[in-house]
Each structure stands twice: as structure tokens, then as C-alpha cells.
């Protein structure tokens, strides 16, 4: 549970980065890779669950231990 909190808090902090580099236009490339990512990684995490396995994501901020 920690470990998807941390990441999904993760994905927050990186949507709103890529929100204000809207402003220059490089967000709009940028939001839907986040969202994506977001996805993917949330369904892999899901199926590793679903097996009883523990999943890991990359790229996650540990903010909770």
C-alpha cells in the first residue's frame, strides 16, 4: 500500500511540473507521457497484486516509509 501511495504521489508532483511547463508549451508533450506511465505502471502493480507478489514501481519518490 505505501509503495503505490508513494508513487501515485509521485505522479501528482510530476503532473503539476508538467502543468506549469505548460506555459512554455513543452508540457503538452510531456502531461500525456505521465499519464501513460501512470497507467501502465498501475496496471502491471495490479497484476503483480493479483499473483501475491510485491511490485516495486520505478521511478518512485520512497516519501513514505
Known amino acids: 500500500g505505501k509503495e503505490a501511495l508513494n508513487f501515485n504521489i509521485t505522479?501528482?508532483?510530476a503532473?503539476?511540473?508538467c502543468?506549469?511547463?505548460t506555459l512554455v508549451l513543452i508540457g503538452f508533450?510531456?502531461?500525456p507521457l505521465v499519464?501513460?506511465?501512470w497507467l501502465i505502471f498501475t496496471i502491471i502493480g495490479a497484476m503483480n497484486a493479483?499473483?501475491?507478489e510485491a511490485y516495486r514501481y520505478p521511478f518512485a519518490l520512497?516519501?513514505?516509509k
Open 11 to 13: 505522479i501528482a508532483i
Open 15 to 17: 503532473a503539476i511540473i
Open 19 to 21: 502543468g506549469l511547463l
Open 29 to 31: 508533450l510531456l502531461l
Open 35 to 37: 499519464g501513460l506511465a
Open 50 to 52: 493479483n499473483n501475491g
Open 62 to 64: 520512497r516519501l513514505i
